[in-house]
Structures are given as C-alpha cells and as structure tokens.
C-alpha cells in the first residue's frame, strides 16, 4: 500500500508541471486581456525594484519607495509624469532601465511576448496568435469568436507583429539620425548626443515624453527642425501599428484602406489643426506663453501643443501658464488621445468618431451608423459608449480624490489627472508636489489609463452572446 501511495504521489509530481503549464496557457487564451493587466503589474513591480537600486540614482541612495513606484508606472505604462526631476535624479543606470520600459511597455504586454515567440520559434501557433490580437483590437480580447473584418485579420497577426518590430526599430533609428546634428548644435558633446538623440526618438515614439536633459526643451525651443521630427515621430507613435500595417500595405491606394485606418487618420488630423486654432486664439495675447513671440513662432508653438496634447507630453512652455480656458481645451484633447493599439492613451480617436457618427446618425434619423460605404455594428458602438463612460468614471473619481487630498486649484488637478488616465505627460507642475498618497492615487489612475479600458472593452464583447428568446420591450424617457 505505501509503495503504491509513494508511486501515486510521484506521478503527481510529474503531472503537475505539464497541468500548471496547460492552465497557464488556457489563461492566456481564453483571457488575454486579464493576461495583459498581470504581466503589466509584473513589470511595474520588476522595474520598482530596479529604480529603486541605490546605482539607478545620481546620489548613489535609495530612491523613495513612492518615486520609485511612479516611475516605474509612468514608464512602463508610457506616461511622462515624474515626481522627480528625470534629467538629474536617475544615473546612466536609471536612464538605461527607463529606456527600455518605455519600449517594452509601447510594444504592449501581449504584443512584446507575442514578438519575443516568434523570434524563438519561428512561428506562431493558433494560441499565440491568439493572444496577440488582444493587443490589436480590445473587441477581440476576451477569446471568443474572432470577426475577421476587424482592423487586421488573426491570418495577418504575424505579419502585424513583423511590421511592429520593425517600424519600431526603423523609426526610432532614423529619428536619432536626425536628432542628433540638432543636439549637437545646441552645444552637447558628439558622445552625448549618441546618447540624447535616441532617448528622444524612443520617447517621442513611444508617446512617453521624459527628457535627458537639464531644463527639458530649453535648448530646442527655437530649433524648429528638432520640433517638427519630435512631431512627426509622435504622430507615428500615436496612430497606431493596425494603421501602419495598413499603410506599409496600401499607402498609394487610400481607397483600399480598412475603415480603422481612414477613421483614424482622418479624426487625428481634424483634431491636430483644430486643437492648433484653438490654442492659437486663445492663447494669442498670454504672455506666460507665447503671446510675446512672433507671429511664426506663435503659430508652430499652438500646433506643437496640440500634437503634443495628443499623448506626445513634450513641452516648450509651462502648461501651467496656459489660461484656463486653453487648460479646458487641452483637457479635452489629452482625454481623446490617440490610436487604438497605439504608444498613445485616452479614449481613442476611434471611439470618438464613432461616437460622432452615431449621434450624427440619431439627428438624421437613420436606424444604423454608415461611414464610407461600411456599416459600423451595434456592438462597437456599445463599447464606444461603454469606454467613454469608464474613462470619465476613472477622472471624475481620481480629480475627486486628489483635489480632497492636496486642496489644489481643481482646474491644475483636472488638468493633470486627465493627462495621467490619457497617458500624456504634461503637468502644470502639480505632480511633482504631491504627497505619497496623492502619488499612489495618480498612479492608479495611469495604470487605468493604460490598461482599464481595454480591459472593460473586453468584457462588454464578451458578454455579447446570442440567445434563443427576446424579452418584452419597454421604452425608458431619455433625454
């Protein structure tokens, strides 16, 4: 009997890692996007620990365990948002662990690991495949039937991740080219500038906004050049790698684009110029800004800010100069964001078109959304209206908390909390003086930002499930 006991324990033993690894792969699959959420925390946790190492700071000590944090979130959830002064705290160490979380957490959770199995297998199977379309397309992370008229096919998904690592290596790579012979004309050594001129291309593109050097944009502010690649490159990083594979495949044939790309494109770039108007107007006579500046000048200052309130976080003036009104608009800006499966945060362009289309829809009278000869389902405008609302839930909630906590001006803590959830960066200077509580609360509010409404979008699709029978209908007063 005993060794029939021992000879059952034993095989249990060695069954038990083939069933961990079956349940570890089940999750995966059948969750992706609760996968995505807990290999998020796994990095946020890995990259406090390091930052928090006495060699990731400039004084050789510990840094707080609230600035170690925060910083690991804002890295790895691609924010910008710092407590600390990012240019003097962090040593050669620091900087080199922060480089490589913004890439890590652009590329996205499934996406990096999607990307690191094919480089080692060649190949992607069916669950693999699986997992990285969670990170394509929200509507498809909860592992049920995948609607192959979706932005990119699961039969493409191996193509998308080839197109992701290579945009990301080909763009950052040319961006430092040209950054670096402005560099060195604002005076920084040719051995610096090897080094400044990729941190800027990884931050512009990732949609991060952390600058190595001392004063941020001081030295650039009148280097136009240097300006306008930062702006291009946070373009890039913002509209999102469906639409670049969409591009890499049809760029001369516009007509042939999936509606993905065409809402995108055309969304950001009404965006783009009308938040450049806007601010040039508004900010036409300020002179904490650039109302003293000249005329060219004050027109390339108003649309770097909106392009850069689209999740970019660069800044050459102090946003908390901005007037409020400006400060509003800004707000608005940085809560729409950028792409969906982009280095971008807020609610996504998408979602606001189509959220304009179904209202544009509902003043016409119309019984279903139409957009270029395509009809956009119900189910996606549910997850619209299911993500505007979180997104608005998670900065009402947070302005709360942190206005209690700190007693700030509400205008200076809205303005920094929608920046936080939109994964922006810009501050009014507010960040860097809030107490450790205030801190962990902002930092929720990122981690939300990054990865709540995927998460929530998941879990609307999923409960999308056809049924056999119809309940009795009964109309509520709306409105």
Not at 65 to 89: E, K, N, Y
Not at 110 to 116: E, G, H, P
Not at 202 to 208: C, D, G, L, V, Y
Not at 252 to 269: A, D, E, G, M, R
Request: glycine share 8%; net charge neutral; aromatic share 10%.
């Amino acid at each position: 009997m005993a060794t029939s006991a021992s000879a059952a324990f034993a095989d249990a033993l060695r069954r038990l890692p083939r069933r961990s690894g079956q349940l570890f792969r089940d999750f995966t699959t059948s969750s992706p996007a609760r996968f995505a959420v807990l290999v998020f925390l796994s990095l946020i946790l890995l990259f406090t620990a390091l930052l928090s190492l006495p060699i990731a700071s400039e004084s050789r000590t510990h840094t707080p365990l609230a600035d170690a944090l925060f910083t690991a979130v804002s890295t790895i959830c691609v924010t910008g948002l710092a407590t600390v002064d990012m240019a003097t705290h962090w040593s050669a160490f620091g900087h080199v662990v922060i480089f490589v979380g913004v890439n890590i957490g652009a590329l996205g959770a499934l996406t990096l690991a999607s990307v690191l199995g094919l480089v080692i297998s060649k190949r992607l199977g069916l669950r693999a495949k699986l997992i990285a379309a969670g990170d394509t397309n929200p509507l498809r992370s909860h592992g049920g039937v995948v609607n192959e008229g979706q932005a990119v096919r699961l039969g493409e998904i191996g193509q998308l991740l080839r197109v992701v690592a290579l945009s990301t290596l080909v763009i950052e790579g040319v961006v430092s080219i040209l950054l670096y012979v402005p560099i060195l004309w604002a005076g920084y050594s040719w051995l610096d500038a090897l080094w400044i001129a990729p941190y800027y291309a990884a931050m512009s593109f990732t949609n991060t906004g952390f600058t190595p050097t001392v004063g941020g944009l001081e030295s650039f502010h009148t280097d136009y050049f240097f300006l306008a690649v930062l702006m291009v490159s946070v373009f890039l990083g913002s509209i999102g790698f469906p639409v670049i594979y969409a591009l890499s495949k049809q760029l001369s044939k516009p007509k042939k684009w999936p509606l993905h790309t065409k809402l995108t494109l055309i969304t950001t770039v009404i965006l783009f110029v009308a938040g450049g108007l806007v601010f040039l107007v508004l900010e036409y006579g300020n002179p904490g800004t650039w109302g003293e500046s000249d005329a060219w000048d004050t027109v390339f200052q108003a649309f770097f800010l909106s392009a850069m309130t689209r999740s970019g976080g660069f800044s050459v003036i102090d946003p908390g100069e901005l007037y409020d009104s400006s400060m509003l608009a800004a707000s608005m800006l940085m809560f729409v964001g950028g792409g969906s499966a982009s280095t971008a945060g807020g609610i996504k362009v998408t979602t606001l078109a189509v959220l304009a289309l179904s209202v544009w829809s509902e003043a016409r009278g119309r019984r279903s959304v139409e957009v270029f000869g395509r009809r956009i389902p119900s189910d996606v405008q549910r997850v619209a209206v299911a993500v505007l609302a979180w997104g608005a839930t998670i900065v009402a909630l947070s302005t709360i908390i942190i206005a209690q906590i700190t007693k700030a001006p509400l205008a200076e803590v809205l303005f920094d909390v929608i920046s936080a959830f939109a994964t922006v960066g810009l501050s009014t200077g507010l960040t860097a003086e809030l107490p450790d509580a205030a801190v962990y609360v902002l930092a929720v509010t990122i981690f939300m930002g990054r990865v709540g409404t995927v998460t929530l979008a998941a879990a609307v699709a999923a409960t999308s499930k056809s049924q056999q029978y119809a309940l009795p209908v009964e109309r509520p007063i709306v409105g």
